[in-house]
């Protein structure tokens, strides 16, 4: 069974920095990219970072320069390195893996997080 297991969300101050993590577990096939969107009250999830099949790297034009993803050598482990937090940043965070899962490789689906609440408020 597929899990994404989020950490590392929190008060910050505008210009303040916060680190997310997101740990898959499960059998997979194919992975096919794993990254972060985020959701506003109010708003649409929207696409934060991911990393793509072949490390492409795709950022949402709101954070380019500001975050940083990165993932660990074995692909399990994605990180969101958020610096220069602003107020709009506020939100809740959602892990995402879109994959084939081992126990059903025909199959490719999208797998999400519980999700980690990121403010950004003096």
């Known amino acids: 069974q597929i899990q994404l297991v989020e950490s590392g969300g929190g008060l910050v101050q505008p210009g303040g920095s916060l680190r997310l993590s997101c740990t898959r577990s499960?059998?997979?096939?194919?992975?096919?990219?794993m990254g972060w969107y985020r959701q506003a009250p109010g708003m649409q999830r929207e696409l934060v970072a991911t990393i793509h099949s072949g490390d492409i790297l795709e950022y949402a034009d709101s954070v380019k320069g500001r975050f940083t993803i990165s993932r660990d050598s074995d692909k399990t482990t994605v990180f969101l390195q958020m610096n220069n937090l602003k107020p709009e940043d506020t939100a809740v965070y959602y892990c995402?893996?879109?994959?084939?899962?081992?126990?059903?490789?025909?199959?490719?689906?999208?797998?999400w997080g519980q999700g980690t609440q990121v403010t950004v408020s003096s």
């Open positions: 499960g059998a997979i096939y194919s992975l096919y990219a």
């Open positions: 995402n893996a879109d994959l084939t899962p081992r126990d059903s490789p025909l199959g490719r689906y999208d797998y």
